[in-house]
């Protein structure tokens, strides 16, 4: 983000700080005056999925990918998005999972790729989609599977559902999606 970009976001929240502590303006109390500046550098960080060239994180290797034809799942990949309703925090984990067909990526890459879209404002649904359609655009794989277990604290700390609940969304392709067997085996490695 660039520094006017910055700027803009500090004078709004500055404002909005203003009003949810019913002030008429003026300076803020101590502990809240670098709050503007850092919260817009936080801001930058929790949308900065926006910057992100998926073409480059997915970049495939062929090399040791010939003959592997199994699943590959990385379980468990920590994801921390914004609901685009309420710009409120999406928490959990992610299970990723592809059946290669001649490329493969490094491991460490289906996390990032999970940041890249996670790092928007986000619906858990178009979130899930996102990444299982980039894995299969790239990869070209026989399958992909992706699982998203995530809470939701515009709706735990408003009530409208209950606390510690988890909301599932499954994005599935090629044998993952067709195959029952296939598809039995993702769902219990990323249950
Ligand atoms: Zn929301």
Same mark, same amino acid.
């Given at each position: 983000?660039?520094?006017?970009?910055?700027?803009?976001? =500090?004078?709004?929240?500055?404002?909005?700080?203003?009003?949810?502590?019913?002030?008429?303006?003026?300076?803020?109390? =101590?502990?809240?005056?670098?709050?503007?500046?850092?919260?817009?550098?936080?801001?930058?960080?929790?949308?900065?999925?926006y910057?992100?060239?998926?073409?480059?994180?997915?970049?495939?290797?062929?090399?040791?990918?010939?003959?592997?034809?199994?699943?590959v799942?990385?379980?468990?990949?920590?994801?921390?998005?914004?609901? =685009?309703?309420?710009?409120?925090?999406?928490?959990?984990?992610?299970?990723?999972?592809?059946?290669?067909?001649?490329?493969?990526?490094?491991?460490?890459?289906?996390?990032r790729?999970?940041?890249?879209?996670?790092?928007?404002?986000?619906?858990?649904?178009?979130?899930?989609?996102?990444?299982?359609?980039?894995?299969?655009?790239?990869?070209?794989?026989?399958?992909?599977?992706?699982?998203?277990?995530?809470?939701?604290?515009?709706?735990?700390?408003?009530?409208?559902?209950?606390?510690?609940?988890?909301?599932?969304?499954?994005?599935?392709?090629?044998?993952?999606?067709?195959?029952?067997?296939?598809?039995?085996?993702?769902?219990?490695?990323?249950?």
């Amino acid at each position: 983000m660039e520094k006017h970009q910055l700027e803009l976001i =500090e004078l709004a929240i500055k404002d909005t700080l203003h009003v949810i502590q019913k002030q008429e303006g003026g300076k803020l109390r =101590e502990g809240l005056q670098e709050t503007p500046k850092r919260y817009a550098k936080a801001m930058a960080h929790w949308f900065s999925g926006y910057g992100a060239d998926i073409a480059d994180i997915l970049k495939v290797f062929e090399d040791g990918a010939d003959n592997y034809d199994q699943m590959v799942v990385v379980k468990d990949i920590p994801i921390y998005s914004h609901c =685009e309703h309420h710009i409120a925090p999406i928490f959990g984990t992610a299970t990723i999972a592809y059946i290669p067909n001649g490329k493969i990526v490094g491991l460490s890459k289906l996390s990032r790729l999970a940041d890249a879209f996670a790092r928007r404002l986000q619906v858990q649904e178009r979130l899930t989609t996102q990444i299982a359609d980039a894995l299969q655009e790239h990869l070209e794989p026989l399958g992909v599977g992706v699982l998203i277990r995530a809470r939701h604290m515009c709706m735990e700390s408003r009530g409208i559902c209950q606390q510690g609940h988890h909301t599932i969304t499954t994005a599935l392709h090629g044998v993952i999606k067709d195959e029952p067997e296939t598809r039995a085996e993702f769902m219990s490695l990323a249950n």
